[in-house]
């Protein structure tokens, strides 16, 4: 698909044509580097600056890198069994996990359920939060 645009300052009578692909598919990682690029370029733009917003550590890790995981393993009549998850049915679990585990791992907090700022309490059962959505998260096999 293909559309005409008429470039502004070309002398030409005829249309420039530029072609747009619409059918492209982004992965979540690209979409959310074009997403905090895109941010960073309109503040920096209104703020009169340049450079990163973002301190340099922050980085995407994979969530679901099993590399350096031993499996859990147990002895049967059977034989030996491996319980293996499936990274793809662990994969909403573990940046459940991930995401209420921020504060202790950054030093901000002893214990997720300490973090006035998580949905951790109120997923817990100590704190009575109007923004969480149990039904949701139990859809998706979501526990804390």
Not at 8 to 21: A, K, L, T
Not at 90 to 101: R, V
């Amino acid at each position: 698909m293909s559309h005409s645009h008429q470039l502004s300052g070309h002398s030409s009578s005829e249309p420039v044509n530029v072609s747009h692909q619409f059918t492209k598919e982004r992965s979540i990682n690209d979409s959310i580097s074009i997403l905090l690029r895109s941010y960073t370029r309109a503040i920096n733009k209104q703020e009169s600056r340049t450079g990163s917003l973002f301190q340099h550590r922050t980085k995407a890790i994979c969530l679901s890198d099993t590399s350096g995981v031993t499996p859990a393993q147990f002895q049967t009549n059977y034989g030996t069994i491996i319980n293996v998850d499936d990274p793809d049915k662990a994969y909403p679990q573990s940046c459940f996990n991930y995401i209420h585990m921020n504060p202790v791992n950054a030093g901000l907090s002893n214990n997720p359920i300490n973090w006035e700022f998580s949905s951790y309490p109120d997923y817990f059962g100590v704190r009575n939060g109007k923004l969480i959505n149990r039904e949701r998260a139990n859809e998706f096999g979501l526990h804390i």
